[in-house]
Each structure stands twice: as C-alpha cells, then as structure tokens.
C-alpha cells in the first residue's frame, strides 16, 4: 500500500495520471495487489488524524485484501514524504494500534519527518504546524522516532534522495540510527543518487526501477 505526501495540508491520490499511480502500477506488476492511498489533511485534521487513517487503511486490507487476490497477513506501507511521516506514527505509537500490534509486515519509509524540530527557516514550517500544532511542547510526545525503543520490531527500508527537502535526509539518518541502536542491527538504507524529493517516487514504472527491484528484495527477503 502507498501512502504518499502532500507537505500534510494538500494532495490527493494522483497529481495527475502518471503520479502517484505508477507506485501502485509497478508492484501490480510484479504480481502483487497494489493500493494508492491517502489520509485526512490539515488545518481541518490535525494529528494524529492521518496515522490513525493509516490504521484504518491496514484493517481494511486485513478484512477485504484476499477479495483481490491479496494476502492480509503480508501488508507492506510505502509511504513518501508526508506520507512516510504517518506510516511511522502509526508503526511506533502503540496507542493508535489495535492491541494486537499495527498488523504490518514491513514498511518503507521514503524522505519522512521522524522527529518534529522544524527550524524558523524550514520551507515547511508552516505546513508542519498545521498539523503537528504550534506549540512546541507536544513535539516531543508527537515524534514517531521517541517512541521507537517501546514499538514492535518491524522490518523497515529507509530511503532518502542525494537533493531532498533541507533536512529530510538527516531525519532518515536519525531514523536509521535510532533502529540500529534498538536492534543492535541495521535496517535496509538507501541513498537514492541523482534523485530529489519528487523524482524518487516518479521512477517508478521506467526503466529506472533501482529503487523497485530494491523494494521487491526487501518484501521477499523480509528484511
């Protein structure tokens, strides 16, 4: 399942008929089912309004996945940007889980904000406070990465871009950082060269599938 961005105040599903549509495209063909997904935005919902969304969309797949060929028990979240922002949310807070645990075999985490800091200078100061709030003193509680040595160990993929948002691809290092402490063993790490916050989504589908074939390891290796 994709889950894609939108800066938490805008996007939708497809920006047009190629994005973000080709994500989903690709792993339906390489034999899965393949869904494009969204959540509520900001200002009108606020967090964790899109997590919680999130955990709606993993028990809908749950209940319906096999009435498309889908296996419920083999659930994996590729959320970008924004989107991998909620995707962690949902995969670290217990509280916005059901209490059997987030349902999930693994995630992949694209250019996501994992620790809510935003700087006076951060382009996306305002967007970020349209969701997360204004005041401060609730970042803390609200970054998925504090509450990472108490989740679930699921298996995760972080990917970053060599010309990413201003202080995205640190955040992935932070993430990557904090799961390698936890797990005393690294999860999965790419780089993506050459690419930028947007493009690394819009590879998918073309003949630059790196990232693709990568994402197919992942899924069957399990790690």
Known sequence: MFIHGGAYVRGDRNINNEVYANVATYFVRQ????????????????????????????KWLQANGSTYGGDGQRIYLVGHSAGATHVATYAYLNSLQPTKGPGIAGMVLMSGRYLID??????????????????????????????????SAIPTFIVVAEYDNPDIDTQGALLFTALCERDRACPRFKRMEHHNHLSETYQFNTADDALGREIIEFIRRGR
Do not use: C
Not at 128 to 150: D, E
């Open 118 to 151: 935003p700087q006076a200078d951060d382009p996306n100061l305002a967007n970020v406070q349209a969701y997360f709030g204004a005041n401060t003193a609730l970042y803390a509680a609200r970054s998925p990465i504090n509450h990472v040595k108490n989740a």
């Open 31 to 58: 034999g899965m089912v393949g869904v494009n997904a969204t959540y509520r935005l900001a200002p009108s919902a606020q967090w964790p309004a899109a997590a919680e969304d999130v955990g709606a969309l993993v």
